[in-house]
């Protein structure tokens, strides 16, 4: 059985290969959260109708 613990650790790796990528790409933090906050609203419409 997993704990809140071994699902934390998981969820924190999942997403370190795709930053990595951005990183090299050049990519920084400042640019992703106005995308990310973007995509969200957009799936959030799009769930709505």
Known sequence: MFS???LKLRLQTLPRPLAASLARRGVTTNQVTPAAVL???EGTRVAWE
């Open 4 to 6: 809140v613990y071994d």
């Open 39 to 41: 995509l969200e609203r």
